[in-house]
C-alpha cells in the first residue's frame, strides 16, 4: 500500500523529472547535465516507490527509519547547495565588480 | 602631488540635489579635484553631470549597474590615486552634509598629521528620525566595540585621509557598510584617527540607511572582524 508522504514524493518526482526536461529543451541544460538530473530524479522515486530496496543500508547506519534517512540526506544536500550558491555567487560578484570598474575607468585620462 | 585633495562624491539616483553640491564643493579654495562616481543612475542624475563637466573641471565616472555605494567609494579612490592625488575626500550627493565642513576635515588631518579623520554627525533623537537613531547607536556601539576606536557615529559618510591610508583601509564591501569596515580597518592597523563634528539635515528618510540595509551592515561588521 502507498502511504501519504510516498504520493508527495511521487508528485514531486515527477514534477522535476519533467521540469529537467523542460530545462532541456529550453537548452537551460546541456545533455550530460539534463541526463544527471533524470537520472537522480528517477532513482528518487525508484526508492519512493520501492524503499525496501535501502532499508537494509540505512539500519546499518543507525537509521530506524527510512524516513529519518531521507530527510538528513535532504538537509546534507540542501546545506551543501547553499554554501554553493555562496561561493558562486560572491565569485561573480567580484568579477562583476571588476568589469564595471574597468568599464568606468575606459575614459579616465593619466 | 603638491597637496592636491581629490574630493569624491559618490551619487545613485541623486538628480535633484548632485548640481547643487558640485557647485558647492567647486566653490571651496582648495587645491582640488572633484571626482563624481555616478553608481548607475537610473534618473537624469548622468546626464546633468555631464552637463555640468562640460563648463566645469571634473572627473564623471559611471557605473553601468548599480554596484552600491563602497564600490563607488572605491572606484573614486582608483582614479584619484591613478590620476595622482595626496589627500582624499569623502561626502554625500544628496546635500546631508555641507562642504565647507571639508577645510574643517582638511585642517585637522594636516595640523595633527593624523592619517584619517571622521566627520561625525550630532546622532540627536531630536533631529533624526527614531529608527534612524536607534540603528545608528547601536551600530556605533557595535562597532567602536569592535575596531577599538572611539567615535560619536560611525555611518557618516564625510571623511578624510591621506592617499597612504587608502592602501591599508581598502575596503571589501559593495554597500552601506563600508563605513563599518573603514573604522574597523583604521583600528585594526593602528592607524592615528580624529573627529570634528559636522552639520547635518535630514532630508529624504526612504533613501540612503534603512532598517533593512541596517540588519546588512550588522551581519557585515561581524563577517569582516571575524571571517
Given at each position: ?19 529537467s ?17 533524470e537520472l ?13 530496496v ?15 534517512f ?41 | ?28 579654495n582648495l ?19 555631464r552637463q555640468?563637466?562640460t563648463?566645469?573641471?571634473?572627473v ?25 592625488t ?20 582638511v585642517e ?10 571622521f566627520?561625525?554627525?550630532n546622532?540627536d ?6 529608527l ?10 557595535l562597532?567602536?566595540?569592535l ?6 557615529d560611525?555611518q557618516s ?7 597612504q ?23 585594526k ?32 561588521i ?6
Amino acid at each position: 500500500m502507498i502511504l501519504g508522504v510516498q504520493i508527495l514524493g511521487i508528485i514531486f518526482g515527477f514534477s522535476m523529472v519533467y521540469l529537467s526536461f523542460l530545462c532541456y529543451k529550453r537548452k537551460e541544460f546541456s545533455r550530460f547535465q539534463f541526463l544527471f538530473w533524470e537520472l537522480l530524479w528517477i532513482l528518487l522515486l525508484f526508492i519512493i516507490f520501492f524503499p525496501e530496496v535501502i532499508s537494509n543500508f540505512t539500519k546499518k547506519l543507525g537509521f530506524i527509519r527510512l524516513m529519518d534517512f531521507l530527510v538528513i540526506v535532504a538537509f546534507m544536500i540542501i546545506t551543501f547547495l547553499t554554501f554553493n550558491n555562496y561561493t558562486d555567487l560572491n565569485k561573480i560578484k567580484r568579477n562583476q565588480e571588476k568589469k564595471v570598474r574597468e568599464d568606468a575607468f575606459k575614459n579616465l585620462n593619466h | 602631488m603638491n597637496n592636491l585633495i581629490s574630493i569624491i562624491i559618490p551619487c545613485y539616483n541623486e538628480e535633484n540635489t548632485i548640481v547643487e553640491t558640485l557647485g558647492q564643493v567647486n566653490k571651496l579654495n582648495l587645491n582640488k579635484r572633484i571626482i563624481v562616481v555616478d553608481d548607475g543612475s537610473e534618473d537624469n542624475t548622468y546626464s546633468k553631470i555631464r552637463q555640468y563637466s562640460t563648463f566645469e573641471d571634473i572627473v564623471l565616472l559611471r557605473h553601468r549597474i548599480n554596484l552600491g555605494k563602497g564600490a563607488a567609494l572605491k572606484t573614486g579612490c582608483e582614479a584619484a590615486l591613478r590620476l595622482g592625488t595626496d589627500t582624499i575626500v569623502f561626502i554625500d550627493a544628496d546635500q546631508q552634509h555641507f562642504p565647507d565642513d571639508i577645510l574643517r576635515l582638511v585642517e585637522k588631518l594636516k595640523k595633527e598629521k593624523l592619517d584619517i579623520v571622521f566627520g561625525t554627525r550630532n546622532v540627536d533623537k531630536k533631529q533624526m528620525p527614531l529608527l534612524s537613531y536607534l540603528g545608528n547607536k547601536f551600530l556605533t556601539k557595535l562597532t567602536c566595540f569592535l575596531s577599538n576606536i572611539t567615535l560619536n557615529d560611525v555611518q557618516s559618510g564625510f571623511k578624510v585621509f591621506t592617499s597612504q591610508t587608502y592602501q591599508k583601509i581598502a575596503w571589501q564591501s559593495c554597500g552601506y557598510s563600508v563605513e563599518n569596515e573603514i573604522i574597523i580597518n583604521t583600528g585594526k592597523y593602528n592607524l592615528k584617527y580624529g573627529q570634528v563634528p559636522i552639520k547635518t539635515i535630514y532630508k529624504d528618510t526612504y533613501k540612503g540607511t534603512t532598517v533593512f540595509s541596517g540588519l546588512k551592515i550588522f551581519l557585515n561588521i561581524l563577517k569582516q572582524k571575524f571571517l
